[in-house]
């Protein structure tokens, strides 16, 4: 009969493993780590308004359980990875937090067009939609084999205790130099009814009873103009 004899150390490395990985998303953290590092020391500084790509693959700890595509949670898992590549190479989070600021995310829809299936490349791209004084709205799309977009996704960030608006007329100042795409004037028409929903949303899980917001569009705002203030 065969016997197995494990030091007193490997198995305290064994069970400490265990511990870790069953404690703390050791997979996440690292990536998160590894795509800001890259973002920071390896890859093109860009304008705030530039599109950016990164690359990924769906792995079999992306599927569900139907085991024949990426479960849609992995999608907003997906999106962490893209968000940190933009804001840093535009610089744009450094700045928020060098004025005392800090980034929240206020809200996210997706909608799915078609399932990644195991071992599919894919790149998810990431851009500037439109800002205020205290919300960043980017939009994301996955595009698989073939470019087909395969989802896209909303994002809204609630920037706290600075200006965003006047950060990002400070990167187009230093960074731009009116070579990128034009700046946003006002809200894409789907945003504007997005941004409704979630202010009717407030609305009802407010504890005082209030009027519901007119779903009137909100006069088509220009970039950098603030939107109603927003109570839960």
Same mark, same amino acid.
Request: with cysteine.
């Given at each position: 009969?065969?016997?197995?004899?494990?030091?007193?150390?490997?198995?305290?490395?064994?069970?400490? #493993?265990?511990?870790?990985?069953?404690?703390?998303?050791?997979?996440?953290?690292?990536?998160?780590?590894?795509?800001?590092?890259?973002?920071?020391?390896?890859?093109?500084?860009?304008?705030?308004?530039? #599109?950016?790509?990164?690359?990924?693959?769906?792995?079999?700890?992306?599927?569900?359980?139907?085991?024949? !595509?990426?479960?849609?949670?992995?999608?907003?898992?997906?999106?962490?990875?893209?968000?940190?590549?933009?804001?840093?190479?535009?610089?744009?989070?450094?700045?928020?937090?060098?004025?005392?600021?800090?980034?929240?995310?206020?809200?996210?829809?997706?909608?799915?067009?078609?399932?990644?299936?195991?071992?599919?490349?894919? #790149?998810?791209?990431?851009?500037?939609?439109?800002?205020? /004084?205290?919300?960043?709205?980017?939009? !994301?799309?996955?595009?698989?084999?073939?470019?087909?977009?395969?989802?896209?996704?909303?994002?809204?960030?609630?920037?706290?205790?600075?200006?965003?608006?006047?950060?990002?007329?400070?990167?187009?100042?230093?960074?731009?130099?009116?070579?990128?795409?034009?700046?946003?004037?006002?809200?894409?028409? /789907?945003? /504007?009814?997005?941004?409704?929903?979630?202010?009717?949303?407030?609305?009802?899980?407010?504890?005082?009873?209030?009027?519901?917001?007119?779903?009137?569009?909100?006069?088509?705002?220009?970039?950098?103009?603030?939107?109603?203030?927003? #109570? /839960?």
């Amino acid at each position: 009969m065969w016997t197995v004899c494990v030091p007193g150390w490997g198995a305290m490395m064994v069970a400490g #493993t265990l511990l870790l990985y069953g404690t703390l998303d050791v997979a996440y953290f690292a990536r998160m780590f590894y795509t800001v590092a890259k973002a920071r020391y390896f890859r093109k500084k860009i304008c705030i308004l530039d #599109t950016t790509e990164v690359e990924s693959w769906c792995l079999l700890n992306d599927i569900d359980t139907l085991l024949y !595509h990426m479960n849609n949670a992995r999608y907003l898992r997906e999106l962490d990875f893209a968000r940190a590549d933009y804001y840093e190479r535009s610089g744009l989070y450094a700045n928020i937090k060098a004025a005392g600021g800090a980034v929240l995310q206020a809200a996210t829809t997706i909608r799915y067009r078609r399932y990644l299936k195991p071992f599919t490349k894919f #790149t998810i791209t990431s851009k500037a939609i439109y800002w205020d /004084e205290k919300t960043f709205f980017m939009e !994301h799309e996955f595009i698989g084999p073939g470019g087909f977009v395969h989802a896209v996704a909303l994002c809204r960030q609630r920037i706290i205790d600075t200006s965003v608006a006047a950060i990002a007329e400070l990167l187009l100042q230093l960074h731009c130099a009116g070579t990128c795409r034009p700046v946003p004037e006002k809200m894409p028409s /789907e945003l /504007e009814l997005w941004v409704q929903s979630n202010e009717l949303s407030s609305a009802k899980l407010r504890p005082t009873a209030s009027a519901l917001p007119s779903l009137e569009p909100p006069n088509n705002l220009g970039c950098g103009e603030m939107l109603p203030k927003m #109570t /839960e």
